[in-house]
């Protein structure tokens, strides 16, 4: 088994469920080899079109969130065939998902391993994680995102350092710079991760779905376009029953009851 998931909850809860997504291949730290990236996005587009479920984690071991790509797969590898298959052009399906996906990283996330980490929609990091981009070690430059996302994260300097120089940082740098938003003790980590991904998804789920869609259009287009599509979206959730609801609900001082609809 590459990936493991699990309901940590009662998946009759209509979108209130978490899933949780393990990548188990601890021989080589969760190295993302083709067979496991794979079975890791088959997980997330199930849980993805999952009405039981409202919030996505994805997680590694206490060793090793993901080591990078595979190293031995790569190796093989000629330009004409990574070009044409148009190698981890793939990956990028997780940031296609509607619902949101925290990552809880422990350990290593190195090279690919950071890269999956910066698809995700929040970044939890156990206090002895390791962030970095070692590809430069191996005669090549991240592919997956890691000189583009970083840098939105982490600003021009710290991404430039650690895409040239392949050194990692700790937790509490990635927290320091921006890249995480929250430092967690390591045993504890996944089960916080969980709380949260409950805390969302108890609210409405439509009104996460665009939240989660209007911060991501954030680092795509401008300001001026940006508030534009904001402030479309906060027009269309007045056509939503959850709007209704949770309005009349803060009125009426009484939990509100969201159907996702
Ligand atoms: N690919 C394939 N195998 C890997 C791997 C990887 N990325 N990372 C670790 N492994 C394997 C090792 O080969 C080793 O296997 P064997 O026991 O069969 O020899 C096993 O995992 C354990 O690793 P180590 O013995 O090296 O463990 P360590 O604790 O001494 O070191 C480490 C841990 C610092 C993470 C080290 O394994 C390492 O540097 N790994 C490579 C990190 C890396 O360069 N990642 C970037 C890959 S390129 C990429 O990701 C491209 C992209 O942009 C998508």
Redesign the pocket.
């Known amino acids: 088994i590459l990936v493991e998931t699990r309901f940590p909850s009662d998946p009759s809860a209509k979108g209130g469920g978490v899933g949780l997504i393990t990548l188990h291949r601890p021989?080589?730290?969760n190295?993302?080899c083709d067979a496991l990236f794979d079975d890791l996005i088959h997980a997330v587009m199930a849980f993805d079109h999952d009405e039981d479920i409202g919030c996505i984690v994805i997680t590694g071991s206490t060793k090793?969130f993901a080591?990078?790509?595979?190293?031995?797969e790569?190796s093989k590898q000629e330009f004409a065939n990574v070009y044409k298959k148009n190698m981890?052009s793939q990956w990028a399906d997780i940031t296609k998902t509607s619902k949101p996906i925290i990552a809880a990283v422990n350990g290593?996330a190195?090279?690919?391993?950071c890269?999956l980490a910066m698809m995700c929609d929040i970044l939890l990091a156990g206090s002895k994680a390791q962030f970095g981009?070692?590809?430069i070690?191996?005669g090549?430059i991240?592919?997956?995102g890691?000189t583009q996302r970083l840098i939105r994260a982490v600003g021009k300097s710290k991404a430039m350092e650690m895409v040239l120089t392949g050194n990692r940082i700790s937790a509490q740098e990635a927290m320091d710079a921006g890249l995480v938003s929250k430092v967690i003790d390591s045993e504890i980590l996944v089960d916080e991760a969980v709380k949260m991904g409950f805390t969302i998804a108890e609210k409405s789920g439509m009104a996460v779905r665009m939240a989660k869609e209007a911060v991501n259009v954030a680092e795509e287009v401008s300001l001026s376009e940006g508030l534009r599509f904001e402030r479309r979206m906060f027009h269309a959730l007045f056509a939503t029953k959850d709007q209704k609801e949770g309005m009349s609900a803060f009125l009426e001082k009484r939990k509100p009851e969201f159907t996702n609809e």
């Open positions: 021989k080589a730290l190295a993302l090793a080591a990078g790509a595979d190293i031995s790569m981890f290593f190195l090279g690919g391993g890269e981009q070692p590809e070690n191996l090549v991240p592919g997956a890691g």
